[in-house]
């Protein structure tokens, strides 16, 4: 491990010890920042999961978190909590293989506007199925789970998510998604199982977001599809991973502490123009930061980069070789 | 009668899907910017047709001669000041794809906020040529007969355009290679910026065309942007047959739906029809294998 990695190891660790000890020491209202942090964090991080090195831009975050969402909606109260976790977690990982089967066949723009449209998909077949045979398109969600219990498990799923990434990132199937990402003929041409590589990060990226889903969803006491699919969260999601660099583990994280203290400044003090000055920065983003914050830290601190692509999984291989 | 009903439903609603996409076919197909502002300028300009009418007395027909021009002159000055920058950065088609999307995503923003800050969150609607035709016991609105034989005015008018005129062609060259286009002398900037701006007036009279029979609020914006993209890419980018023919059979299964399965699904239908397209024929229903 190189001093480098381990200075990283150390800030995230220290980062999410934080995060779990906001409810000991903070107020309520810090406590609900921490959940937002944490929560982006791993929305964006597992986001890039598969849309990072693979460069598949997928809107689809909210159809995932949603359906974790609405799983505790459903049977939260039946079940042990765990069971409903792990539940919500297959869910998501099932609809993800479905559908994953099917478009990922698409590329480019084509695959963005379909998960975009995805989201609104489930959204309004979730409707339909409430109204017509459920009866009621709300149901409440009435669970004792307190926030900090919601802090924590949110601090274990990221640490889950980064641990996951890690692992992705030194395995073949890593290697894999990153040939995808750079050339996907010559990665066919290589003899790699390029639509099995994508389907099982696709659907491993979307366990997660449905996981993450479930965990927040005793925040909401109501919940109707409105809210569970509110394709905002798949925009913010994605900015998030943008601005702080998708192709590094850690760059999410880097855009999505400033974004939710931005947002939250924002619709505190500017309700009346919150839309506007989103979209300015957003513009700001795009044109001053291209390759996100990582990419921006790299170039002035002058990170060496291997002057050779990593080979087949090596023993030891840098990341970063994407 | 059901059947009836549907059908005249599918035709006006099919029309109004292919009006509203013909001009994101201009900008995607020819200016290759994918532009998820396009439903907000779209409400824009309906809220700009809103106004004319209900402050100034306007009628929506002579407000399209006034909001048309003045939406081309922004598009056209959007391109060159906003976009043009991306397109010099971005390395290869499928970057430049990518980055229009973040900056269009971030002018949706803004075009929302305006018109939020200008008209609040309400919904607006008003009655202008809302007499109503009966076919066989079949309602059928004027102003939506008007829109649709607008859709289809507009299509043969740029079908000309683009097929019979010198421009119109160095525009369809643009749009098939960019990197040719240059070797035979056309200015590939300029045409983009043309192609820009003239989906840009086109997505405005839809709009305003559109606000005279739709209750439009200032959130509405991406319901357009997502019928819009489907119908793009359902009939092959840059097609303007095929956005017709797209948009005519996307109607045409929404009111079928609606009348003999449920209200409840018509999103569903859409996605249905757009992948199995898409499965099927990959570049749309009209495109060309090469892409």
């Known amino acids: 491990m190189t001093l480098r990695q381990l200075l990283l190891l150390t800030a995230g660790v220290g980062l999410l010890a934080a995060a779990a000890l906001t409810p000991l020491i903070g107020s309520g209202y810090a406590m609900s920042m921490a959940i937002n942090l944490l929560m982006f964090t791993a929305l964006a991080t597992a986001w890039a999961l598969f849309s990072g090195p693979t460069g598949y831009i997928s809107l689809a975050t909210v159809a995932f978190f949603g359906i974790g969402a609405y799983t505790v ?6 079940l042990p909590w765990g069971l409903v976790l792990a539940l919500a977690a297959g869910l998501g990982f099932l609809v993800a293989l479905v559908v994953g089967l099917s478009t990922l066949r698409l590329r480019g723009v084509y695959f963005v506007i379909f998960t975009f449209g995805l989201a609104e998909l489930i959204r309004q077949l979730v409707t339909w199925y409430e109204a017509n045979h459920a009866g009621s398109v709300g149901r409440f969600v009435f669970l004792d789970i307190s926030q900090a219990q919601i802090v924590w498990q949110l601090t274990a799923v990221t640490a889950v998510v980064f641990l996951l990434g890690a692992l992705l990132q030194r395995s073949r199937l890593g290697l894999t998604l990153r040939m995808i990402g750079d050339d996907e003929t010559v990665a066919l041409h290589c003899g790699a199982n390029t639509t099995a590589a994508k389907l099982l990060a696709f659907s491993l990226s979307a366990a997660l977001m449905a996981l993450v889903g479930a965990i927040v969803a005793p925040r909401w006491t ?3 599809p409105t809210i569970a699919f509110n394709p905002v969260v798949s925009f913010q999601v994605l900015i998030m991973a943008l601005l702080g660099g998708a192709g590094r583990l850690y760059g999410p994280l880097l855009g999505v502490i400033p974004l939710v203290l931005l947002f939250e400044y924002l619709s505190a003090h500017f309700p ?3 839309s506007i000055l989103l979209g300015v920065t957003f513009l700001a983003i795009v044109y001053l930061v291209p390759n996100g914050v990582a990419g921006l830290a790299e170039r002035y601190l002058g990170r060496p980069r291997p002057s050779q692509p990593a080979a ?3 023993a030891q291989p840098k990341e970063g070789t994407s | 009668m059901p059947i009836l009903d549907a059908l005249l439903n599918g035709l006006t609603l099919g029309g109004m899907y292919a009006l509203v996409a013909v001009g994101l076919t201009l900008q995607y197909g020819v200016a290759r910017i994918m532009n998820l502002a396009y439903g907000e300028c779209l409400i824009a300009a309906a809220f700009a047709a809103y106004w004319l009418f209900s402050g100034l007395g306007l009628s929506p027909l002579l407000g399209l001669g006034l909001v048309v021009p003045l939406a081309f002159a922004l598009h056209w000055l959007l391109y060159r000041l906003l976009l043009v920058p991306l397109v010099r950065r971005a390395k290869s088609r499928a970057a430049l794809e990518v980055d229009s999307i973040l900056a269009t995503f971030g002018l949706l923003f803004i075009v929302e906020g305006i018109v939020l800050v200008l008209f609040g969150g309400n919904y607006y609607n008003y009655a202008y040529l809302a007499g109503v035709l009966d076919i066989g016991g079949t309602p059928l609105a004027y102003n939506r007969l008007l829109a649709l034989g607008f ?15 010198r421009g119109g062609t160095a525009l369809r060259a643009v749009a098939v290679d960019p990197v040719a286009a240059q070797l035979v002398a056309i200015d590939v900037r300029a045409a983009a910026a043309l192609a820009f701006a003239l989906g840009g007036a086109l997505v405005a009279a839809s709009g305003v ?3 005279m029979f739709l209750t439009f609020n200032a959130a509405m914006g991406v319901v357009f942007t997502m ?16 956005c017709l023919v797209a948009g005519l059979l996307l109607g045409f299964a929404e009111s079928f739906v609606a009348t003999y399965l449920d209200p409840g699904l018509t999103i569903a239908v859409n996605f249905a029809l757009f992948l199995f397209i898409l499965i099927v024929r990959p570049n749309g229903l009209f495109g060309r294998a090469s892409a």
């Open chain 1, 73 to 78: 909606a459903v049977v939260g109260e039946a």
């Open chain 1, 222 to 224: 109501y919940l109707d």
């Open chain 1, 272 to 274: 009346n123009h919150f």
């Open chain 1, 312 to 314: 087949a999984a090596p």
């Open chain 2, 151 to 165: 859709a289809l005015v507009l299509g043969l008018g740029l079908y000309l355009l683009l097929t019979r005129t």
């Open chain 2, 209 to 211: 065309l559109v606000s």
């Open chain 2, 227 to 242: 019928k819009a993209l489907i119908v793009v890419i359902m009939g092959g980018v840059g097609n303007l047959a095929g």
